[in-house]
């Protein structure tokens, strides 16, 4: 697999495009059981997502739950770019850098 541009600076179209690309061929690394390449391809999907969507939709302070994981809240302390650095609320307290495309708004 081979990407000749950076997802910052793909169109909204091209981005899609990659999504559905990553998504594909993660699905069939998991049929093929090929484990660890499935989990590379899911992650890339998750940070091309990070670019569809504005920073300026999340606010440090606020509580956001992970995407995929039901029950685990992360707190933004601020934001980077398409990421988002904080901690998990039941984690180690230790800071981390998140896509924002991994952080689902609480209802």
């Known amino acids: 697999m081979h990407q000749d541009k950076r997802y910052s600076s793909m ?4 981005l899609r495009q990659e999504i559905n690309k990553l998504q594909e061929m993660a699905r069939k690394a998991e049929q093929m059981g ?3 390449e499935y989990a590379v391809l899911e992650r890339k999907a998750v940070m091309a997502k ?8 999340f606010s440090p302070g606020e509580i956001y739950e992970l995407e995929g994981d039901p029950g685990q809240y992360f707190k933004i302390d601020y934001l980077n770019g398409v990421f988002a ?5 039941q984690g180690d307290g230790k800071e981390e850098a998140l ?3 991994m952080l689902k708004w609480l209802k």
């Open 99 to 101: 896509p924002i495309s």
């Open 50 to 57: 990070a670019y569809l969507i504005s920073p300026d939709s």
């Open 34 to 36: 090929r484990v660890s």
């Open 11 to 14: 169109t909204e179209h091209e």
């Open 85 to 89: 650095w904080g901690y998990r609320l």
